[in-house]
């Protein structure tokens, strides 16, 4: 089945085959100057030291606990309501995830009250999600971070050129993790970046993104070296000059595909507002946000009236999906359950709704018009 409305849509046109031709026909098509070119226009895009593309975020992840040394045995606090691979890669380094609760059905981000309860001895990091591109309260806990010793990661999937008191988001943290999988703000197919202000962490990840070598086949091609060492157990972690040339045409994109989609958070804002069973997450946000997705969360109800009005918005062939099932509930994670109550009433509850640039405003106040008629 195919849906009128469907969840996401690319905003691909022919500047991304042409970009990849391109780059075919330049004859280089693995890490090279392409993906310098992205990485630095990323990096100047974010207002950040440094950026490197890299195969995915999960990748980009696990570096970033590389990077700031988490060790195995060591606690990194943690959303549930995230992404898999956010907790995932705290395992990758054989650390143990501790999971934190959102703060509140309005602001569905880790609770910083929450991440102080379940500091122990054992903790020495925390990661954040800035659910949908809105985000979490940094402040807060930039300051637990700091009066505790711990280093904060930034999965900043969801949050590309959004906007937290002046800092862009995935630059608050000591490492910033984004992803340009197809479906996300900026896509490529697969694709990934980790953006630091802190150098030795830059070269460190250029090490490990490929095998822990001292230069790479491009700057060997150009004379610049001729042999290297491997001075550490890094990995292939690489991103390749066609996906970073498509990755160029969508930076060139990105600015006016974020308007778009607040011009489509209104309308949904404007036609869902006085709805008494629905609350609008984020509702009074103020800062710029990339705005990933649009979801809702049902108020008195239970997993099987939402699932009934999901099922009542398919039929009227609009896509929905969940964000998320909850990382704590899946049985990978059983060992690391604790109850979180906000969490679980969410993941429940929430209708993640369409949300591209290309939705027009008939579009959304049909999908409004749906959403009514089946609550
Ligand atoms: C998409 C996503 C990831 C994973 O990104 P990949 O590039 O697919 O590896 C991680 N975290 C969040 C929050 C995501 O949305």
Known sequence: MSYKIPLFDL????????????????????????????????????????????ANCTVSLHLAFKLIDVK???????????FAATVNAIRYVDATPVFADVTSYELPVID???IRRKITAKTTAIIVMHYGGFACDMDSIMSIANEFGLKVVEDACHGPLSVYKGQKLGTIG???????FSNKNISTGEGGMLVTNNSKFNDRARLLRSHGMTTMSYERSKGHSTTYDVVELGYNYRMDDIHAAIGLV???KI?????????????YIEH??????IIIPFLNYSEFSSNYIFTVVLKNSDIIKRDEVRNKLAEAGVQ????????????????????????????????????????????????????????
Not at 18 to 34: F, L, M, Y
Not at 272 to 277: A, D, R, S, T
Not at 328 to 336: G, R
Request: net charge negative; with cysteine; aromatic share 10%.
């Open 272 to 277: 869902l507002k006085g709805i008494e069973g």
């Open 72 to 82: 195995p045995g060591d606690e990194v606090i943690c959303p549930s309501l995230t």
């Open 250 to 252: 969508q930076l060139d």
């Open 174 to 180: 000591d490492v910033g993790c984004f992803s340009f």
């Open 255 to 267: 600015e006016a595909d974020l308007e778009m989609r607040e011009e489509v958070r209104k309308v």
């Open 320 to 375: 929905t999906s969940l964000h998320y099932p909850g990382v704590h509930n899946f049985s990978f994670y059983k060992d690391y359950y604790v109850d979180l109550p906000v969490t679980d009433y969410l993941v429940d509850n929430l209708i993640t709704l369409p949300m591209y640039s290309k939705l027009t405003k008939e579009q959304v106040i049909y999908i409004c018009d749906m959403l009514k008629a089946s609550l």
């Open 11 to 54: 905003n691909f046109d022919e500047k991304e085959a042409q970009a990849v031709a391109e780059a075919i026909k330049d004859n280089w098509i693995s890490t090279g100057p392409r993906c310098t070119a992205f990485e630095n226009r990323f990096a100047t895009m974010l207002n950040v030291n440094h950026a490197i593309a890299l």
């Open 112 to 114: 910083p009250e929450d």
